[in-house]
């Protein structure tokens, strides 16, 4: 039974640990404005990182010219 109670023990503080580090991060966000813009957040998905530009050509052995 003592076993039993040590392993309670243990997952009571790692949920009590979690929610703490998730709380803090939480107010962290909103503290720091992290959310503050969500018109521009909706569209940052949409816009392309890479420019568009065709695909590199690569240059075979039998290709001298």
């Known amino acids: 039974m003592n076993s039993d109670m040590a392993l ?3 997952w ?3 949920l009590i640990v979690g929610c703490t580090a998730a709380g803090s991060l939480f107010f ?4 720091t404005r992290q959310f503050g ?3 521009r957040a909706r569209s940052l998905p949409l816009e392309a990182a890479i420019p568009m530009e065709g695909p590199p ?3 075979g052995e039998g ?3």
Request: charged fraction near 35%.
């Open 12 to 14: 009571i503080g790692f």
């Open 57 to 59: 050509e690569e240059k």
């Open 37 to 39: 813009d969500q018109e």
């Open 63 to 65: 290709d001298n010219g």
């Open 28 to 31: 962290w966000g909103i503290r």
């Open 8 to 10: 309670m023990m243990i």
